[in-house]
């Protein structure tokens, strides 16, 4: 499917499935799901087509929910799976990530890109906000409009003199700035409004003061989000504390940077008064579990969190630390770990679920066009089969999805109204020559 036909927007009707709406009453349905012209047009019950032009996707035996959103995740990194296991967050950045992002050229973003992007669609995710490298931000952009996936992209920022930073990532302040300009301009806004940017100011430790300071004032002026990591790891906070002599998220408010705009990955090793300054600034948490455990970083506090009032979204990270993009894994893993220490209450599966669907599309600031099936949204609507052995019998939706479904049970993915998966085909791009060029493109760079 090229980009043209899927700017053809007939109608596009998801056929007798279960529909998990996640609307405000989380309203459970039976019947189709029906999108006209990009947006959701008919809820339940049976659809009878409006025009000629109109798909019918056969939904039966499937839960039909919005697409997954996966808040943090970097689609330049999938070319390193497998490359850089059983290490800690800075030693990792350090050996391995740096010099590899920093090895990166345009052909090599793009296979990583596509990879990504392949991955995420055919698992069900069909949003994400996603934190590139310093350069080649143009060709992740370019990925990602031809693959058909919804994605705030922001280039990673790295302005710091700091000599573990390979020269071919170190950038001064005005490039950087320059740079995140010139793609605003480039792709804020593109592909129909499925492409947007995102300031993103890799760490605190990777960036000036002045450069924090300027996104955080260009980022409100522009209405550009901030896409950062916080207190991920022990090492990382007491960095922070020696070179600010506070703690984090206090030194990213007194820089400017947190708001309702903002989104920032991990957040794990945070005092109450943090805690209560994230909240009071409707700053969003994403929360990646897998990347957490695999990096040994620690657990974030998400019913603390949430307590507090803290908007909280899921996100897989990065292929390297995870090892994959698997937002059903992120979902089943999130529901599970908290109930260790907050008791088996903590995110029960409606609420999981709700993480991962609109409160990701809040995290993108999207919540009113995506995350949630109700009329008038975007159609950004994907069909998980219900039927497999390790599904059934489905008590409830909420559980099959939260505990039980796996991404390669989706069966069907549309965004903004435009399918992109097909009876677990992707339609966008061949995978043969996604995994082909990634294969290729990994050896050229790990030889
Ligand atoms: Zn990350």
Redesign the pocket.
Known sequence: MTSETMSERGELIFRGGTILTIDPGHRVLAGDVACRDGRIVHLGGAYTPQTSDYQIVDSAGCIVMPGLVQA?V?TCQTLARGRADDMELLDWLREVIWPYEASLDEAAATASAELACAELLLGGTTAILD?GTVHHTDAIFAAAERSGIRATIGKAMMDAADPQIPPGLRESTAASLDEAARLIQRWHGAANGRLRYAYAPRFVLSCTDELLREVGVQARARGVRIHT?ASENQGEVALVRSRFGKDNIVVLDELGLLGEHACI?HCIHLSDDERRLLAARGAHVCHCPSSNLKLASGICRVPELLAAGVAVALGA??APCNNNLDGFVELRLAGLLHKHRSGPRALPAPEVVRLATLAGAAALGLADRIGSLELGKRGDVIAVDATALHTVPTGSPWSAIAYASQSSDVRHVAVDGALVVRDRTLLTLEVSQVRARATHAAARLFS
């Open positions: 943090h970097h934190m990591h990955a990270d990065g």
